[in-house]
């Protein structure tokens, strides 16, 4: 069997084997941990092996429905490949981190559906199979807010469902209607990516094609205005859910983005790329100064998701290759850090016993490593030098001033906003007085630290070392921008 099948696979498979047998909790977290940490270590031999160049590697490809053309289709290229790498290094890390806090059975199964249906979203080459593995990996996430979430979280599980079930809707129609017009064009159905590339829409066709598509992902990722579900979604959900959604299926839609639209559509994305490059700035902005004004830390931390994937947006619509290479060095830049504050916000909610950030204060005093963690990766995420996210941003920048002046300097500016409120919100949470709450905040303890410094070093890695991460989304990234011939290096 294909490495890939096995890292799709092996996660839903042995979730579908632990929901029907009865076994204690504890055996449960231990396969947990065995198959995720198998998957990253598949993941990480496919790493290595990964060839630098565009095309698609570990190809495999079976007739399913053949009357229909609907086949089973995987492969990775250079971006999809970041996505992969990043659920199996945080789902085995989730687990530590939150070892001692969850003992539901249910929990555990759910997050292993998860793991493979984000697996299989990433490597479809079937638009059929994308979607059968994008509702795959909803269902699971539907199941745990509604479960295990807190507050109004029935409202807001039915919310998050209405919001989702109708992006997913209107995928389902787009990809129906493109394999019609192929059967019209062609004389036979397909869903296959390459095949559909083939398909000549006319411009009436391709923008509503396009909107169908852009409408499931625009919800996903979020992009203003689809994200009026995000921040009662973000506060009502277990952390294991939150670190999902934030990390891997938030940045699975801006991926989307470019395995759909950027390779079926690309002359109606480049069109309408204006529009959303707008869009992109305006929710920058918007969601920048709304976090500015958060007094709950997952709330602040929801927004800040969304004003660096509004800046993921902006980067791939500019087309430039830095943009491009900036955007997908984000993905896993923020995947990482975003991934690691939620894991904190948990840690320091078991401590204290609330999100508040007016009411914490002078965690530095009393837990210094706790604080050294945290401090890196919330300056990850406002692009501190030396770490990742500097890089990303910085190249997204660079593509933004090549693409137009005023837009570059529009980016580089409303990022001042992303620096305001982390700084605000650090300052408040680690320093000023130790209080009622923060007296007795225990420092990381050691399944902590092993969940964290993996994250911590990943983040300092892609930072000092970008050009060995880079070589690998390089080769992808020029075959869809108009200056192929020109490197980032140059």
Request: proline share 2%; net charge neutral.
């Amino acid at each position: 069997m294909n490495i890939l099948s096995i890292i799709i696979f092996l996660p839903i498979i042995t979730a579908v084997l632990l929901f029907f047998v009865r076994i204690p909790i504890r055996l449960i977290k231990i396969i947990y941990m065995m198959v995720t940490s198998m998957i990253a270590f598949l993941t990480l031999k496919l790493y290595i092996s990964f060839e630098h160049h565009a095309s698609i590697q570990f190809e495999e490809m079976h007739r399913w429905i053949s009357e229909y053309g609907i086949n089973y289709h995987i492969g990775v290229d250079g971006v999809s490949l970041g996505i992969v790498v990043m659920n199996a290094i945080l789902m085995p890390l989730v687990a530590i981190a939150l070892y001692k806090q969850r003992d539901k059975r249910g929990y555990w199964i759910n997050l292993l559906f998860v793991q493979g249906g984000i697996m299989g979203v990433a490597l479809s080459l079937d638009l059929m199979l994308f979607y059968l593995f994008w509702e795959i990996m909803l269902l699971p996430i539907f199941l745990m807010i509604g479960f295990f979430g807190y507050g109004n979280k029935n409202f807001i599980t039915m919310k998050f469902n209405i919001y989702t079930i109708f992006g997913s809707l209107m995928m389902l129609i787009s990809i129906l209607y493109i394999a019609v017009q192929y059967k019209l064009q062609f004389g036979v159905y397909t869903f296959d990516l390459d095949k559909l590339q083939n398909l000549v829409l006319d411009s009436t066709q391709s923008i509503l094609v396009f909107s169908g598509f852009m409408i499931a992902f625009a919800i996903k990722i979020p992009i203003f205005p689809f994200h009026t579900w995000l921040i009662d979604t973000y506060r009502s959900a277990p952390t294991g859910a939150v670190v999902v959604m934030s990390a891997l299926m938030a940045k699975l839609g801006a991926y989307a983005i470019w395995r759909v639209l950027f390779t079926l559509l690309d002359k109606t994305s480049h069109e309408l790329a204006s529009y959303f490059i707008g869009i992109g700035l305006l929710g920058l902005i918007y969601f920048g100064i709304s976090a500015m004004s958060q007094t709950h830390l997952k709330s602040m931390f929801a927004l800040s998701s969304a004003s660096h994937l509004s800046l993921i947006v902006v980067g791939f619509f500019i087309y430039d290759v830095y943009g491009l290479i900036g955007s997908s060095y984000l993905i896993v830049a923020h995947a990482i850090s975003s991934a690691a504050l939620f894991m904190m916000a948990a840690m320091l909610y078991e401590r204290t016993k609330t999100y508040d950030i007016s009411s914490l204060g002078g965690i530095a005093a009393v837990a210094p490593r706790f604080s050294l963690f945290f401090t890196l990766f919330a300056l990850s995420i406002v692009g501190v030098p030396m770490t990742a996210g500097f890089v990303a941003e910085v190249l997204i920048v660079l593509g933004a001033f090549h693409y137009n002046i005023y837009i570059g300097f529009m980016t580089a500016t409303t990022l001042l906003i992303a620096m305001l409120f982390m700084f605000k919100m650090i300052s408040q949470v680690l320093y000023g007085k130790v209080n009622k709450a923060t007296e007795n905040f225990e420092d990381l303890r050691m399944h902590e630290l092993i969940a964290l410094i993996p994250l911590a070093l990943l983040i300092l890695a892609m930072g000092i070392f970008p050009n060995y991460f880079m070589q690998k989304i390089e080769p992808t990234a020029l075959s869809y921008t108009v200056e192929k011939e020109v490197s980032y290096h140059e």
